[in-house]
């Protein structure tokens, strides 16, 4: 299988070749043949898997059910909501149209696709809410420079579509969406982050009213984890979806949509990952414990049968052995590039004392437990790894939080890689001109009390934004 | 949303009506805007999820991780094996071409992606087995007529990779996967199937074997539930997939496939479904049971509160209450439509009496369940619900297979509706000749250890063909 051998760039030297080495020797994933695309190995799939099973919960809490729309979308559709057109009309991708179809698209969303059976299905005010989530492949035709998991032409996602009889249930569902968001990503994958508006310019092609979650990398950029979008009656207007009152009077319905999408791994590798490789936060890890024996021949069997003995106690962690044939410290680099976030050695000398010893990937603490503690240890350490990854997270988001009055001080903190609190007026050819000026654009915007100057116009305003550049 | 009055035609009458009127009023799919395409509804997605819990369960056992790979497959990869690139070239769908990019299609099958990937990933013999699976969408231009989960053009499948170093574990990993899919085909889904071997006209286009699990449906045709082929080195030699041996010697790998899809939902509502609509076994309904109370407006609070009462205790079946403000005839038409296995009937009588009613979907068997006995009854019912679908579709089965002895003989049988064993020659131009004349093909091949006279040639065979209309 791949190399794995330790990183040839430490993460604060070279982050970007840092990124892309640790993808690729935490196996994360590789490159597909075919430019932009991305090939998601196990290691990566699995963390994905363990994201979907605690969303479904999420979703079933919230009766939201699973639901599974066509790859293809006719063209025609994309027309109907003139925003959602233009917004998506660079990144289509089309299918080579055979003998009578008509033009048809590869999905880069299915909000189109989807209303179009809302309108089938609802009716009454008895049909609503109704509420869909589908987990798919979208893919969208990007021309920056693609990154794994981060910024893919083809990506593996969620998309939830709900429709309402009233605003305010649409309004509440979007937010309802983006605090589940949030609590997914920092109590799961710790990694903290920054919740608001986005911007007229930033906000999703179609909607009203879109909510973001941004977390800051390393690097200083900004990455959006997943957002939450109030359509209001755009869409339904556009795709006739409507229902009959209590007083049977036809009314068009509310709608949100909210996503998030396999972007969420690059986060975590970029946001944990050190010079060793990928730090798995243990919530989210399919293998919490990689259990190395140290083997000698006079004592292989009976360090074997006790490393097994342990796996199966801790069969709840996915506590994996390594028995291969190589050496302990060959051992002990590849798991620790795979990010398993506890380890544990046992040799014929732990054995006769009967103890193990105990090594934080996160912070390389070592520790010798003795065999009726291990239990304890291993929850208390899992606990303690998956609290100090999200406050070492939290730490890094705030020391990169800034705030600047004028451009220039704008391009200087952005150019040492911080999230800059500015006063801007939200408005498309204000952030025009800002992103010409400075490369950055907004992240999210904010109501203040106070007035202050656009940074960009110069006008009052009471709006500020954190701008920063971004993937 | 979807009119959910009765069918309007009988199974026995009009088979294809019937079928489609099912799908859509069970809410298992709906049409898409694009021909030959479908909408997953929520009721058949959840089907598929359980299939899928069920699978990955398997796949855990057998130490086969889950990956990703590209939606979009260079043109010239299918090039590389001549059979494979001959078998599926009618049903591509091509991506129109951007910018510099090569020519690129919609994955039909991922074969030649993945042993791309897998030439790069294995290196030795430590790295093998390689056993991947990818759950995902797959696109296959038909030109056949389409029909809901059983011929569509986009579905969802499974398709398990795998590569051994030896001959024998790619011939004992076909006819263990094959086990596995029989297994949880007659277990969960109560679908008896023949398994055998397909044909060379039949077997997958690069295989050097094709096991293949064959169900009957009601109107004698045969429908494929799953495939596993042991690939040899075909594609090893095509992709150059290559390990050094213990002696440093480079081998070519032997590999296998193997997949499943939506369509097996298709199977599930065309054997088991009757002119009340659907009917779900109870290992794969996720809603086994529905709660239908009997209100009026005196003792509608207490029959509500026994109702959840009860729903919780019945949680682990997913229990659901239908409190809706239609009657319960209407409810009850609805359920058995929907095909939920059990339902549970409260009203205050009972309530006064400590019992409920309890009606098996399958046969309508009705039963005064006393409160006490309640979690018994349940579990007892189910059982066998799912045992007597089983048995029922065994029968349904066994009276469909029949045998002939002369291309007459077999032209009567199978517009009776019958899979008829027949002597056959397994060489492509004789099948040929036999679906000239019959429109029949062969599903399954098996050898006797008698001899007989090929139906078709003329000439002395051991082997013999299972010969059907199919799906």
Redesign the interface.
């Known amino acids: ?2 190399d794995s051998k330790g990183l040839t760039v430490k993460k604060n030297e070279n982050f970007v070749d840092w990124y892309s080495e640790v993808v690729q020797k935490a196996e994360l994933a ?1 490159h ?4 932009g ?6 290691r990566a ?2 963390l ?2 363990n994201i979907q099973n605690y969303f479904n919960k999420v979703l079933r809490e919230k009766n939201v ?10 063209d025609y ?1 994309f027309k109907k909501e003139a925003e959602h057109a233009q917004g998506f009309a660079p990144e289509l ?4 149209q ?1 003998d009578d ?2 033009k ?1 698209a ?1 999905r880069p969303t299915s909000e189109t ?1 989807m209303y ?2 809302y309108s ?4 009454s005010h ?2 609503l809410p109704l509420k ?1 989530n589908q987990w ?2 979208v ?1 969208r ?1 990007e021309v920056k420079q693609t990154k794994p998991f981060v910024r893919t032409r ?1 990506f ?1 996602w969620q998309e939830g579509h709900c429709a309402f009889a009233t605003r305010d249930e649409a309004e509440n569902n979007m937010a309802e969406m983006m605090g589940s968001y949030q609590q997914m990503v920092e109590e799961m994958l710790a990694i903290p982050v920054l919740v608001g508006r986005k911007s007229k310019m930033e906000k999703f092609a179609g909607a009203i009213t879109t909510l973001t979650m941004e977390a800051i990398m390393p690097d200083g950029k900004a990455l959006q984890m997943g957002t939450s979008h109030n359509l209001g009656q755009n869409f339904a207007k556009s795709f006739n979806v409507m229902f009959k009152d209590k007083n049977e009077q036809d009314q068009y319905v509310w709608q949100t949509s909210w996503g998030f999408s396999t972007r969420l791994i690059g986060a975590l590798a970029m946001v944990h990952g050190d010079d060793k490789g990928l730090i798995v936060p243990p919530k989210v890890a399919a293998n919490k414990i990689v259990i190395v024996p140290i083997l000698f021949e006079d004592s292989r069997t009976k360090v074997l049968a006790q490393c097994k003995h342990l796996a199966s106690q801790l069969s709840e962690y996915g506590a994996i052995i390594d028995d ?1 044939d190589k050496s302990p410290g060959w051992k002990f680099s590849e798991w620790e590039m795979k990010g398993i976030p506890l380890r544990i050695e046992i040799g014929p000398k732990d054995l006769d004392k009967k103890q193990v010893v105990m090594v934080r990937r996160d912070n390389n603490k070592k520790e010798i437990v003795a065999e009726n503690h291990i239990i304890e240890s291993v929850k208390k350490n899992l606990e303690d790894i998956q609290k100090d990854l999200y406050l070492n997270a939290k730490k890094m988001l705030e020391s990169k939080m800034d705030s600047a009055r004028d451009i220039k001080q704008l391009i200087k903190k952005l150019e040492e890689g911080k999230i800059v609190k500015v006063f801007m007026v939200d408005d498309k050819r204000v952030e025009e001109k800002l992103k010409e000026e400075t490369g950055a654009n907004s992240r999210i915007v904010e109501e203040e009390s106070k007035e202050g100057e656009c940074i960009v116009s110069g006008q009052k305003t009471k709006t500020i934004a954190y701008v920063a550049r971004n993937y």
Chains 1, 2 share one sequence.
Not at 69 to 74: C, E, H
Not at 93 to 96: D, G, K, P, S
């Open positions: 299988m791949a590789d597909s043949p075919v430019r695309f991305m090939i998601i190995r196990p799939y699995a994905w898997e059910l699973n639901a599974y729309f066509p790859l293809l979308i006719p559709f991708a089309y299918v080579e055979k179809e008509q048809l590869i696709i179009d059976s089938k299905w609802i009716r008895r049909d869909l798919c492949n893919l035709w083809e593996l291969s």
